[in-house]
T-cell receptor, first 110, second 114 residues
Framework: KNEVEQSPQNLTAQEGEFITINCSYS?????LHWLQQHPGGGIVSLFM???GKKKHGRLIATINIQEKHSSLHITASHPRDSAVYIC????????????FGKGTKLSVKP | KAGVTQTPRYLIKTRGQQVTLSCSPI?????VSWYQQTPGQGLQFLFE???????NKGNFPGRFSGRQFSNSRSEMNVSTLELGDSALYLC?????????????FGPGTRLTVT
């Protein structure tokens, strides 16, 4: 079983829809990251959070440390939001580094 | 401020050869992490360097190695290339080591081994 599980794996939405991507993890963490990867490979860090909720424009990320769960929401989705969204966690008390989910491929249709 | 740069962007090598990839972090960042991305395994952590010292290492064979220079630039080397080493190799820099520092990713080097 992967330490970081994302759902859904693939998601197709119509422009304007509200989108939710979920991430569950099984290890204790220092922080959780949401990343966006466009075709071509470039990765952009969207959020880094260790508690509560963060908002940036149309993007909202929440985390529940007790339940080991995080969600990424996109309000009023747009075709330019089409990308792969990756959840990654930084384990606490370890000498490791980021552990990644498999990603959620989002396609927003006009 | 300039972002993270990686060179080369694309590379084609033959099995058995070796390859060196370079990563220049954002100015002032002292930590550089390397990751491998393949369709089958997704993103996996290779190693992290901070202040010229390897801090952490992922579960990869000894053919994968790296180093960091005094200006924080980092290189990774893969010796005796195998077909399975074909992947996108990404580096990311952060101000310091640890999970509370945001990582900024470079564009990646796409390595194809034939």
């Amino acid at each position: 079983k992967n330490e970081v599980e994302q759902s859904p794996q693939n998601l197709t939405a119509q422009e304007g829809e509200f989108i939710t991507i979920n991430c569950s993890y099984s290890v204790g963490i220092s922080a959780l990251h949401w990343l966006q990867q466009h075709p071509g490979g470039g990765i952009v860090s969207l959020f880094m959070l260790s508690s509560g909720k963060k908002k940036h424009g149309r993007l909202i990320a929440t985390i529940n440390i007790q339940e080991k769960h995080s969600s990424l929401h996109i309000t009023a989705s747009h075709p330019r939001d089409s990308a792969v969204y990756i959840c990654a966690v930084y384990p606490s008390g370890s000498q490791g580094n980021l552990i990644f989910g498999k990603g959620t491929k989002l396609s927003v249709k006009p | 401020k300039a972002g993270v740069t990686q060179t080369p962007r694309y590379l084609i090598k033959t099995r058995g050869q070796q390859v060196t990839l370079s990563c220049s972090p954002i100015s002032g960042h002292r930590s550089v992490s390397w990751y491998q991305q393949t369709p089958g395994q997704g993103l996996q952590f290779l190693f992290e360097y901070f202040s010229e010292t390897q801090r952490n290492k992922g579960n990869f064979p000894g053919r994968f190695s790296g180093r960091q220079f005094s200006n924080s630039r980092s290189e990774m080397n893969v010796s005796t290339l195998e077909l399975g080493d074909s992947a996108l190799y990404l580096c990311a820099s952060s101000l310091a080591t640890g999970g509370f520092y945001e990582q900024y990713f470079g564009p990646g080097t796409r390595l194809t081994v034939t």
